[in-house]
């Protein structure tokens, strides 16, 4: 596992393009692997995970994936400087049962809602809603820490140690590949991106290093589910 952060260029037509359309932003990081001919899908071949970083007035791409991307494959004058990449394994060699890390996610976190007319729990394919409310926000990245082998601890307060921001909207435009759609239809995609930061404790080695390679929650494609890991720090400020 490879984790690569772009310094990008936002005079870059290309990343200009990119930025307002998370479907091409995909597009354009495939473009840097070789072509993969398997049905699972390309990008979880890859493993491609990817999250926009925004410190201060530069931004950056963190670009994390199964094989080492080609960087010279992005379009000319993209990168703005050198781009800097990391072999993930040791790290996840290190994730120990009782290992305490400092974790930042952006994720998009979602409930299902039963189809009209229909009842909870019943049969029938309803429709995925975000999650607005930052404590059930909470209680969604907690839930996927008991799927995925790790939980948050406590502050001092008692409180979950984990801050919630929300992130600017995701947009872009698809094309639509369902059997009665017009040849030049588009879907129009929309996602309301969560950004977490705080403390985990690993409890299950195997099912957390598989989280951090497979991405948690949905829009892995666009943005969402890259896990960036760093050795335990002090206690963060959570948002109230």
Not at 163 to 191: F, N, T, Y
């Amino acid at each position: 596992m490879f984790l690569s952060r772009v310094p990008v260029n936002e005079m870059s037509r290309a990343f200009r393009r990119d930025y307002a359309d998370v479907h091409d932003m995909h597009r354009t990081l495939m473009s840097v692997f070789d072509e993969a001919d398997v049905d699972a899908g390309a990008r979880r071949h890859h493993g491609l995970l990817w999250r926009m970083e925004e410190d201060g007035p530069a931004r950056s791409l963190l670009v994390q994936s199964r094989v080492r991307p080609d960087w010279t494959r992005l379009p000319h004058g993209y990168a703005s400087g050198r781009v800097k990449v990391t072999c993930l394994q040791p790290a996840l060699a290190a994730a120990e049962a009782g290992r305490r890390l400092s974790f930042r996610l952006v994720a998009n976190p979602t409930r299902s809602t039963p189809p009209v007319g229909g009842a909870p729990g019943g049969r029938g394919r309803g429709k995925r809603r975000p999650i607005h409310d930052p404590k059930e926000q909470v209680a969604w990245l907690i839930r996927q820490g008991e799927r995925h082998g790790f939980v948050i601890p406590a502050a001092s307060d008692g409180a979950p140690d984990v801050s919630v921001e929300p992130r600017p909207a995701l947009l872009g435009r698809k094309v639509d590949q369902r059997s009665k759609a017009r040849g030049d239809s588009r879907l129009k995609i929309s996602i309301l991106p969560v950004g977490f930061a705080g403390r985990l404790t690993v409890t299950e080695p195997e099912a957390f290093a598989e989280a951090v390679k497979e991405g948690i929650g949905r829009a892995k494609a666009y943005g969402c589910g890259l896990m960036s890991l760093e050795p335990d720090l002090p206690a963060v400020r959570r948002a109230s």
